[in-house]
């Protein structure tokens, strides 16, 4: 048997990934930029083992049915191809994260996956070549092998779509994000079928490209010069704007809620107040509120007067994949 466990942390990318050019590679159509999480996280363990006739896969205590499954064993298959491996493997994943909420659980879930297996099979992976493999399991996943600030180069093969830490000087450390949870269930439409609509039909998709690759370049100068405001002004606009290509899609959809609009008016009215936020949102009803760490508390005793305590989860900068010790054994 063959065993392997990471804890991968959850990223938010602040400008977005939306939309594929090569569905199988997970290739992205254009580059974007993340920031890891502390908040929300996966731990994930694999077992290659002989005794199995098919993969299991379990997800917070629960066996989950031959759909969820198949996204697992698709994955694990790569593995098994790249290594000429033929075991089953029984994955036990545990996510610190509302799953399909918008809350990034695919990038934290496919990253710890990835992770896991690289332990297992002491693979000895460079970062690189952990974020290219994570990739194929979910493409934001590419970004949580590194803590901070990361891009993900869009790349135009297997070999050179990855992501990257981008160099901060600790300025990271300094920035939070609150979490405005409008609804923790399962999403109604995927962030992959989500953005396989808007790619295929939306009029506004080729707006969202034009501008995205812009919105990048400001961000990493935004972060090389400390500038808080031009980083949140360009997330804030960049997550509006990727929002905005699915009002076009045929047939259209959101994933706002009246009570995302609601919170995001209610950042507006903070700024309007003095108090420097934006928000940004992934595919779901959540939104993120990027603030510096100096100005938190009185974020959260403005926002206080609005929206109950519970619905708030604080977050600071996160770190990189961790592989956790776990007992081996490699008796085939």
Same mark, same amino acid.
């Given at each position: 048997m063959y065993v392997g466990k990471a804890r991968a942390y959850t990223n938010i990318a602040l400008i977005k990934y939306w939309g594929k050019k090569d569905e199988r590679?997970? *290739?992205?159509?254009? #580059?974007? *930029?993340?920031?890891?999480?502390?908040?929300?996280?996966?731990?994930?363990?694999?077992?290659?083992?002989?005794?199995l006739t098919e993969d299991l896969f379990v997800l917070d205590g629960k066996k989950q049915d031959s759909k969820q499954t198949a996204k697992i064993s698709k994955f694990l298959d790569l593995i098994r191809q790249q290594q000429n491996l033929s075991l089953f493997a029984r994955v036990d994943s545990q996510n610190f994260v509302?799953?399909?909420? $918008?809350?990034?659980?695919?990038?934290?879930?496919?990253?710890?996956l990835a992770g896991?297996? #690289?332990?297992?099979? !002491?693979?000895?992976?460079?970062?690189?070549? *952990?974020?290219?493999?994570?990739?194929? $399991?979910s493409g934001s996943a590419c970004r949580s092998i590194f803590g901070g600030f990361a891009e993900?180069?869009?790349?135009?093969?297997?070999?050179?779509?990855?992501?990257?830490? =981008?160099?901060?000087? $600790?300025?990271e450390n300094e920035l939070a994000m609150l979490f405005v949870l409008v609804d923790d269930?399962?999403?109604?439409?995927? /962030?992959? !079928?989500?953005?396989?609509?808007?790619?295929?039909?939306? /009029?506004?998709?080729?707006?969202w490209l034009e501008n995205v690759?812009?919105?990048?370049? =400001?961000?990493k100068e935004a972060i090389k010069e400390r500038d808080f405001n031009k980083l949140g002004e360009v997330a804030e606009a960049n997550g509006l704007r990727m929002h905005g290509t699915t009002l076009a899609a045929?047939?259209?959809?959101?994933?706002?809620?009246?009570? #995302?609009?609601?919170v995001m008016q209610l950042v507006r009215s903070a700024r309007q107040a003095g108090l420097p936020c934006y928000f940004t949102m992934d595919a779901g009803p959540n939104v993120k509120i990027l603030v510096e760490k100096k100005n938190l508390t009185a974020l959260k005793n403005f926002l206080a007067e609005y929206l109950p305590e519970q619905k708030l989860i604080t977050a600071f900068a996160g770190p990189g994949i961790e592989a956790i010790p776990i007992e081996r054994s490699e008796d085939l």
């Open positions: 590679l997970i *290739l992205p159509m254009n #580059s974007s *930029l993340s920031l890891t999480l502390d908040a929300f996280y996966t731990e994930t363990s694999v077992y290659f083992d002989k005794s509302p799953t399909a909420a $918008g809350l990034a659980s695919s990038a934290s879930g496919l990253a710890a896991a297996c #690289s332990e297992a099979l !002491d693979l000895q992976l460079t970062e690189t070549e *952990l974020s290219r493999l994570a990739r194929r $399991g993900w180069q869009k790349g135009d093969s297997d070999q050179t779509s990855f992501a990257k830490a =981008i160099p901060s000087e $600790g300025w269930g399962v999403k109604d439409i995927s /962030s992959r !079928d989500g953005m396989k609509r808007t790619v295929e039909t939306s /009029s506004f998709y080729s707006g690759e812009a919105d990048l370049a =400001i961000a045929v047939p259209p959809f959101t994933y706002w809620s009246p009570e #995302s609009l609601n």
